[in-house]
């Protein structure tokens, strides 16, 4: 269980990882926020799961347990109310050769 | 061992927050900069649990992640709504210059 949990840990600071720095190197809004709300959803999960695989069977992990549904649930929801703010302000979206 | 490898984690996590928090800084519409607040608020609740789990006191702490997460949701959902309205950045465009 204790390295199940160090893996998933492991698992889920790869993905934080690579959401920021895909947050960073991508070229335009609407990329961006692909990057950063999908890497975010499943980093947050993966680091929670594992951290609750690390404490045992105890109400302390019934709670991260709830608390990484709750992140699954939410991200995504806020990413979609990001991106239509974005859509309904006619943010233009990068097309190929145009200026980084 | 183990609370070594949480540290590392907690620190590789911050380190993360740190690239985000560029994009916060120097990003050019507003909505990028809710975008690099909205990372960087799922980061903390991670970092806050691993905190939590250093010091040995989970039950302590997952209150305050818990929190912290409604917090960052709510607080996001707000940002996305109020500069839903068209027109509201090309107001404030026009008003910095």
Same mark, same amino acid.
């Given at each position: 269980?204790?390295?199940?949990?160090?893996?998933?840990?492991?698992?889920?600071?790869?993905?934080?990882?690579?959401?920021?720095?895909?947050?960073?190197?991508?070229?335009?809004?609407?990329?961006?926020? /692909?990057?950063?709300?999908?890497?975010?959803?499943?980093?947050?999960?993966?680091?929670?799961?594992?951290?609750?695989?690390?404490?045992?069977?105890?109400?302390?992990?019934? +709670?991260?347990?709830?608390?990484?549904?709750?992140?699954?649930?939410?991200?995504?929801?806020?990413? /979609?109310?990001?991106?239509?703010?974005? +859509?309904?302000?006619?943010?233009?979206?990068?097309?190929?050769?145009?200026?980084? | 061992?183990? #609370?070594?490898?949480?540290? *590392? #984690? *907690?620190?590789?996590?911050?380190?993360? @927050?740190?690239? #985000?928090?560029?994009?916060? =800084? #120097?990003?050019?519409?507003?909505?990028?900069?809710? =975008?690099?607040?909205?990372?960087?608020?799922?980061?903390?609740?991670?970092? =806050?649990?691993?905190?939590?789990?250093?010091?040995?006191? @989970?039950?302590?702490?997952?209150?305050?992640?818990?929190?912290?997460?409604?917090?960052?949701? =709510?607080?996001?959902? *707000?940002?996305?709504?109020?500069?839903?309205?068209?027109?509201?950045?090309?107001?404030?465009?026009? *008003?910095?210059?």
């Amino acid at each position: 269980m204790t390295s199940l949990g160090f893996g998933l840990i492991a698992c889920g600071v790869f993905f934080f990882f690579t959401g920021a720095i895909g947050l960073i190197r991508f070229p335009d809004l609407y990329t961006r926020m /692909h990057a950063a709300g999908k890497c975010d959803t499943l980093g947050g999960f993966l680091v929670l799961t594992g951290l609750a695989c690390l404490g045992g069977l105890t109400l302390a992990s019934l +709670k991260i347990v709830m608390v990484a549904l709750f992140v699954l649930i939410t991200s995504p929801t806020a990413t /979609h109310a990001i991106a239509r703010a974005a +859509k309904r302000n006619d943010i233009a979206w990068w097309t190929r050769g145009d200026q980084r | 061992m183990p #609370s070594a490898f949480l540290l *590392a #984690s *907690a620190l590789a996590i911050l380190f993360a @927050v740190l690239l #985000s928090l560029y994009r916060v =800084i #120097s990003g050019p519409t507003i909505i990028d900069r809710i =975008i690099g607040a909205n990372v960087i608020g799922t980061k903390t609740i991670a970092v =806050i649990v691993l905190t939590g789990q250093l010091f040995g006191r @989970v039950e302590f702490f997952i209150d305050v992640a818990l929190l912290y997460a409604l917090i960052n949701f =709510i607080g996001t959902l *707000a940002l996305a709504r109020y500069f839903e309205r068209k027109g509201v950045l090309a107001e404030r465009k026009q *008003a910095t210059g």
